[in-house]
């Protein structure tokens, strides 16, 4: 049996696992590589395996470091299901067509600014299409939480709750192969539960595990700390220095954190009166469908949330819609908190709000999530002098906020955590989705405080399981 590392080795994002026996062929993840001047051209270079090949795909959650290149797939020969949890399935629905829907757009503005530049630039064409996202979803087959299915002969699985974001989840994959039965474990993204969801399903037992290492070498603030901050960077921004908040926040998980924790620092007392503007079409379809799986929800945030996101609940929250009301923000000079998306400032409206706000010092930027490398969220986070948005040069004035226990992520303790449920070490572990030299700080740490047989798997190499 063989397991090759085609994405998310020895860095974040691009996530794709593929998995080999005598009878059976399928990937876990199909992730877009975000961030980079590579990771263009890793988007488009040609799958590590063949598309027709694969007997069927199985989706730790939407996210789309994890799932944002299966509209290619599909494009490129993939006919299988792709198996994931109900709550995936709807936010797939919407997140790919909004990957494809930027797509498009900067496409058009390269085409633009190549043509007034008479540069002869290549002109590259999206990587999909919304065409090509509407044949990718009727592949999509949705499966309950712990519920066991057999996508193929000789292969089960079972998809337990990562506490990530909504939908995500942990997958554990029964192999059989010879007579034999390998059990591998697929982490996802292991979160943190809080404030919205459940915590992570422990698992207790595993020939192989993949394990996450996005934040394998540091630990978070505490949420009360988490709150401080935050409510130190509302109070001082609207009230002492009258300027935006501008919040860049991925629309799944994040942006739906903030707003409850908004509006209880607002039934409390802790900030002043809000007014809330949702500005991404991506995160009010997600806040919809987070409803419909609102018993996914963690009980005591529940309906603290549904009561905000009622009509004339309070805080005040505006949910932006078209682009001209996404633009007329821009002629707010104070008192707004703007969240937007992409999370990472890779792309979508938080880039025009950025240039509208980031060299303001009455303004303040607040980061609630993790920046990749070569992202122009983690320049900003860098505190460089200088960013380059839509090709103009935006000095650095605001004040930058990084609020980490915010993350969707578990840190290196809740890593730990997660792990320490096994009654046995694995066979093997290995640790993935981390930068690489942060992977390798937790492969040390897993083999000092479990004993663990653990390694660092390079891009594109195999192991025999």
Known sequence: MKLTFLGAAGEVTGSCYLVETAAARFIVDCGMFQGGHEADAKNRAPFGFDPRSLDFVLLTHAHIDHSGLLPRLVAAGFTGTVFATHATADLLRVMLLDSAHIQEKETEWHRRSASRDKRGQELLEPLYTARDVEVCIRQLHGVAYEATVTPHRGVRCRFRDAGHILGAAIIETWVEEGGQTRKIVFSGDIGQGKPLLREPTPIEDAD?????????????????????ELTHAINDTLTRKHGNIIVPAFAVGRTQDLLYLLGDLYRRGAVPDLHIYVDSPLATQTTEIMLRHRALLAPHTRDTLVAMLAENGRPRVTFVESVEESIALNRIRGGALIISASGM??????????????????????????????????????????????????PVQADIYTIGGLSAHADQNGLLAWLRHFRRPPRQAFIVHGEADIAHIFRDTVQTQLGWNAVVPAAHSTAII
């Open 208 to 228: 192989v595990v993949l394990v996450e290492s996005t934040y394998g070498n540091r630990l978070h603030k505490s949420l009360p700390d988490t709150i401080k």
């Open 345 to 394: 400032c890779e792309g979508g409206r938080i880039k025009h709000h950025l240039v509208h706000n980031l060299g303001r010092r009455e303004c303040t930027i607040v980061f609630t999530g993790f920046q990749a490398q070569g992202t122009l969220g983690r320049r900003i986070v860098d505190r460089a002098a200088h960013v380059h948005i839509f090709g103009e040069e935006i």
